[in-house]
């Protein structure tokens, strides 16, 4: 990488939910401190009556803290957040804004982009500076190609990375400083917040897993993902699904790993009674290691698991909870 | 009500993808292209609409001649009129160029609800829908899983999927929307409806008819170098006809020695 100097000033918005700031955002406070070097990197942090967050985000890379505590603020909305990112950025924009890739994320970047006629790249799975530009690595084509995309000098730059792709920076003595800003008196927010109804889990967002747990075909019915519930818990994994299990009604559309459903790379996937259509991979193919556990050794699945296991589910992951459990009680 | 939906033709997401040898895009020689899988289900999303409450809907698309195919489907599922906006200056176009050239489609038609897949399964960016909205100056909802307007079409309210939650939005129209695959399910083109499709007459657009100035569509800030092939993954190690205890153990030895998170 060629940044040198570095970028000047690198702001990160933060996701936070229920006062806890999300892993996506130490990330990329990771990131945002490798390609400014000895720039500034700046956490924007916007809602209402949000906990003191100058310690965490310090230790994760943060030099300044920028919080907007406005009533406003309270839910995330498209309007409310891109007009308190604009107004900030008005005062002097940073030369890059890093945004993660959740829902509220990649509902607001595009929008603000257009606003402040700034350059937008998102699910980026690597981003470099070159040549006074930013170029940023991101999946296409259902997985199939990887395009590098380039954001010349002369603009703003909205980069939206992909969670679990950049390291959570290891935590430092810094403490941020926390400057608080205010949003304009008149904004105009059209959208209103009716409820966030929270579905009920047991077990970690998908998105921000370690270890997935996922279910396709081969498991049969509905009545058979407890198996997958269980070794999820002993892990401490999520639980997701292939699309069959999606449309047959098992478990609901938020499972889904691929093509349309979501996308996740997580230390490691275990693919049970997945066959691997092109479809899937789109999703997962990102993961660092695959372990595979199908009945049938032609399953496409095989062709890029590290470990491939030809078998019965149904025997083997009750016997691989169980195991699980044991090896966590000793260690 | 006054409906419009914005399309894009791609490749078929289950066809293999040959990269152009200089990587500068892809080879569409023998290539099967098909409407973007989220803008069947935008296109399903804006009949249900005027079935409910009459009105219009108008598909429109920008890209090559090509991209002609999709607005055809869309005709053929029921959509009442259809414009394919083409330009040189849209060639390698970044998507808020794209978007300001569906604008300046979209502003004149003054409609009440627009309507765009989540992404498009090409590039997958989810970009072009919320810059579009922003342009136009519409309150936006993103990949909405649910969707009621009110009697009165005042306004409606939607289903978003976060993380872990359903956010459920209220939001006035007019409004635009993106659409996620758990919305509906896209009907097939009826016989008579691609029969009827056929003799539509599909209106071309190029910037000077969208009344667009070459100043105004900008140059892209964001431009695609080159594409390259994912790295590839080989299969590992594999089990076979081992009795289920030797898989466990084999799995085991696996996540803690390789994967390291046991």
């Known amino acids: 990488m060629a940044a040198g100097a570095g970028l000047s000033e690198v702001w990160v918005l933060v996701a936070h939910e229920g006062g806890a700031v999300r892993k996506i955002t130490s990330e990329l406070l990771g990131k945002a401190r490798a390609l400014a070097g000895g720039g500034r990197v700046v956490a924007v942090l916007l809602g209402a009556g949000v906990p003191d967050p100058a310690r965490t985000l310090g230790r994760r890379g943060a030099d300044e803290v920028i919080l907007v505590d406005d009533a406003r603020l309270a839910h995330y909305t498209t309007e409310g957040y891109a007009a308190a990112l604009a107004h900030l950025a008005a005062e002097g924009p940073p030369a890059l804004l890093l945004i993660g890739s959740t829902a509220q994320g990649r509902d607001l970047a595009p929008r603000l982009a257009a606003r402040l006629g700034a350059a937008v790249v998102t699910d980026c799975q690597s981003l470099d500076v070159a040549d006074g530009a930013l170029v940023a690595t991101r999946p296409m084509y259902t997985r199939k190609a990887i395009g590098t995309v380039r954001l010349g000098p002369g603009q703003m730059w909205i980069a939206v990375a992909l969670p679990a792709v950049f390291p959570v920076p290891a935590e430092t003595e810094r403490t941020a400083e926390v400057r608080s800003a205010a949003l304009p008196a008149e904004i105009r927010i059209r959208t209103r917040v009716v409820e966030t109804r929270a579905i009920e889990r047991e077990t970690v967002p998908l998105t921000e897993a370690e270890v997935i747990v996922s279910g396709g075909r081969g498991l049969r019915g509905p009545e058979n993902f407890p198996l997958l519930d269980a070794l999820a818990r002993a892990l401490g994994a999520a639980v997701g699904s292939s699309r069959p299990p999606v449309d047959s009604g098992w478990v609901p559309h938020d499972y889904e790993i691929g093509q349309t459903g979501k996308t996740v790379s997580p230390q490691v996937y275990i693919a049970c009674g997945i066959s691997g259509a092109p479809q899937h991979l789109a999703g997962m193919s990102g993961s660092k290691f695959i372990v595979a556990i199908n009945k049938d050794p032609n399953a496409p699945i095989f062709q890029l698991a590290d470990l491939g296991v030809v078998g019965d589910l149904f025997e083997i992951l009750p016997r691989l909870t169980e195991a699980v459990k044991r090896r966590k009680a000793v260690g | ?262």
Do not use: W
């Open chain 2, 1 to 262: 009500m006054n409906i419009i939906v914005c399309l894009k033709q791609v490749p078929d997401t289950e066809a293999p993808i040959r990269i152009r040898p200089d990587g500068t895009g892809i080879d569409e020689t023998g290539l099967n292209l098909v409407m973007n899988y989220y803008d069947e289900h935008a296109t399903e999303a804006a009949l249900r609409l005027r079935e409910q409450f009459g009105g219009t809907v108008t598909a429109v698309a920008v890209g090559p001649e090509r991209a002609r195919e999709a607005l055809r489907q869309a005709l053929a599922m029921g959509a009442d009129e259809a414009a394919l906006l083409r330009d040189p200056q849209l060639d390698g176009a970044d998507h808020l160029q794209v978007a300001r050239a569906l604008a300046a489609f979209i502003t004149p038609r003054t409609p009440d609800v627009v309507i765009c897949g989540k992404l498009s399964t090409d590039d997958n960016a989810a970009v072009v829908g919320p810059a579009l909205a922003e342009v136009l100056d519409l309150p936006q909802a993103t990949a909405i899983a649910r969707l009621e307007v009110d009697p009165n079409r005042a306004r409606a309210t939607v289903h978003r999927e976060l993380e872990g939650a359903v956010e459920v939005l209220e939001v006035p129209l007019p409004a635009l929307f993106t659409v996620e695959r758990s919305l509906n399910e896209p009907r097939y083109p009826s016989l008579p409806g691609i029969m009827k499709a056929k003799r539509k007459e599909i209106a071309v657009m190029d910037l000077a008819a969208l009344g667009l100035s070459p100043e105004e569509v900008g140059s892209p800030g964001a431009v695609l170098e080159r594409l390259t092939s994912p790295p590839g993954r080989t299969a590992g190690v594999q089990v076979n006809g081992a009795e289920p205890e030797a898989a466990v153990e084999a799995i085991i030895t696996f996540l803690s020695e390789r994967a390291k998170v046991l």
